[in-house]
Structure formats: C-alpha cells, structure tokens
C-alpha cells in the first residue's frame, strides 16, 4: 500500500512536471511569437516611412525636370454670371502655399466690371502672405462655348494647371497634394470625380460602350476618366485640345453644352495611353445642382463617349482601380 502511495506520489510529480515544462514551453512560443510580430510591425513601419520620406522629400536632383523653372500652379476657373461663387472660390483658393496665378474662364456677352474686377484683387491682396501675390487674369472669349475653358492660354506661367469650375471647393491640403501626386506623373490627368465606361455587350461587337457616374464607380471599384471640374494637368494639353481635337467633338460639345470634359479626358487617354489617377478628397458643392442631375444625363453622357470614340477610331481610355490617398493624418486605412 505505501508502494502504490509513493507510485501515485510520483507519478503526480512527473504530471506535473510536465504541466510546468509545457505551460512555460508554450509561454516562450507566444513569446517568441509577440517579438516577431513587434519587429515584423516595425520593420513595415521603417520601410513604409522611409519610403514615403524619399517620395515626399525627394532630392532637388529628382524633382529638377518637373521644378525647376516653374514650381507651382495655375488655377483654370470656368465661370458664368455667378459672381458670388466666383468671390467665394477665389477667397479660399488664393490661400493655397503654391498656387502662382488664377485664370478666370469669361465668357459672357460683357466684360467684367470694374466693381467685380477690385473686389477680386482685394480678395487675393488679403490672402497675400510673405510678400507672395496671386496673379489674377481673366481671358476673355467672344463665344459663349464650353470649349473655352481648354482653350490655348499663351501666358500661362506653369506647366501645371488646375482645372476647376467655380461651384465647388477642395481643402488646400487635398488641392497641394493632388499636385504632388501630378508631378510624380506630369504627362497624366488628376483629379478628385472618377467616372467610368464599360463595353455595352447587348449591342455591337465591342464598340459601344456605356458611361457610368459615381455610383458605378463605388459599385466597381475602377474608373477610366477623372472630370475636368476638378483635374490637374499639363498646359500642354490645352494646346492638343485647340489644335488636334476633332472638329466633330468641339462642334458637339458647344451645341449640346454638354461632354467638353470627357473630350478632354479622351485627348489626355490618346496621347498617354495610360489611366488617370484619382486623388480621394473631400469636395463641398457650393452651387445648385447643374446638369448632371438631369433624368437624361447619363443617357446623353454614353451618346458623348459612343460619338467621340467613333471620331477618334477607338476607344482611348484605359480603366484603373488606382487611387491616392493621402495618409498621412490618418492612423488606419
């Protein structure tokens, strides 16, 4: 009987001996486990940092071909008997860090006034800082055409220009680094209101297609077109517009008042061959509701894109699901 007692006595202590030795075999592996998580996180979080110092504080050596001479923007504002929305844009854009000048789109039977003319200058002379002045031009246009707002501007100072209508409003922040984005690819358009065509496979052979707005954008997660109401891009492309566009589209375009910025998309696509980017920023829509709430506007939208791909003899644009965002006031995304 003691000898069976001292068998369970022992055989106790080896359960548990072997209960401790496991437990703390365990506890090690977790151990071992927390302390590759830890570096593994930190390794991520070194190299993503460092590669977003190189991208965001790149050597002047790097960023020479797109800085050099001309290191700002240029603001393009198409605009038209709203006068109060046009004070209000040009008081918050004027604050924007590199913004050098801004031209006003006018095209209007009458000139501006002289009243509208000060109180713009005034507006920009307050938002001056450091001795920086905003440069205010207006060009003015003898034919009331949508086209007016891509044509040729021979003393735009810039090589970049930001594209914007007058009713809507982007954070300075969001505007600065959808310009950062656009110099670190100068030849594409960028912009903040993604658009999206599909091939229409109920009719035709691949060569009718179908536009769809923003609601087929977050359905999708890709988009072919950025709009020209909030897009940079390079002057150069004003200069393809006025000269290179088919006379078909310009034609269309001012008949119908409709489809100039999928024309503008279309040129970009064909002299690329490449997507444009869409930058995520937040917009504030400080005018009525515009054309774009039109029962028909889609419907006449997928008429401009079937009509303006038969003209250039394909489909240029090229889909993406690419977007920037800037993270950096933002913990998760």
């Not at 071992?32 to 991520?44: A, D, E, G, Q």
């Not at 860090?97 to 006003?104: G, K």
């Not at 358009?189 to 609601?215: C, L, Q, T």
């Not at 939208?301 to 965002?325: D, H, W, Y």
């Amino acid at each position: 009987m003691g000898r069976s007692c001292c068998l369970n006595r022992r055989t106790e202590q080896r359960f548990r001996l072997l209960a401790i030795s496991t437990v703390k075999s365990v506890s090690v592996k977790i151990k071992l486990l927390l302390c590759c998580c830890i570096s593994l996180t930190l390794l991520v979080f070194y190299s993503t940092s460092f590669s977003f110092v190189l991208w965001t504080n790149q050597t002047p050596q790097t960023l020479n071909r797109f800085t050099d001479s001309r290191k700002g923007y240029s603001i393009v504002m198409n605009t038209w008997k709203r006068y109060d929305l046009l004070k209000q844009s040009i008081r918050h854009y004027s604050s924007c860090p590199r913004l050098e000048s801004v031209h006003i789109v006018w095209s209007e039977p009458d000139p501006p006034s002289d009243v509208l003319l000060k109180s713009l200058q005034l507006l920009l002379k307050s938002k001056s800082k450091d001795g920086r002045q905003v440069k205010l031009k207006f060009d003015i246009n003898m034919e009331d055409s949508l086209n007016n707002r891509f044509k040729e501007i021979k003393d735009l100072e810039t090589d970049a220009v930001f594209s914007i209508d007058d009713d809507v409003i982007f954070p300075c922040s969001s505007v600065e680094f959808a310009f950062d984005v656009w110099q670190s690819a100068p030849d594409a358009m960028v912009g903040f209101v993604p658009r999206v065509h599909w091939v229409d496979s109920a009719k035709g052979e691949g060569n009718k297609f179908i536009y769809g707005g923003w609601w087929s954008v977050w359905w999708t997660g890709t988009y072919s077109m950025v709009l020209s109401k909030a897009a940079f891009f390079h002057k150069k492309y004003f200069t393809l517009y006025t000269n290179e566009m088919p006379a078909s589209i310009t034609e269309y375009a001012t008949k119908n008042r409709n489809c100039e910025d999928i024309a503008m998309s279309f040129i970009v696509a064909n002299a690329t061959g490449a997507p444009p980017i869409w930058v995520k920023g937040k917009i504030f829509e400080i005018g009525s509701t515009g054309i774009s709430s039109l029962r028909d506007h889609s419907e006449r939208r997928t008429e401009c894109i079937n009509i303006f791909a038969a003209a250039f003899g394909q489909m240029p644009l090229v889909s993406t699901s690419v977007k920037a965002v800037d993270s950096r006031g933002i913990w998760f995304w």
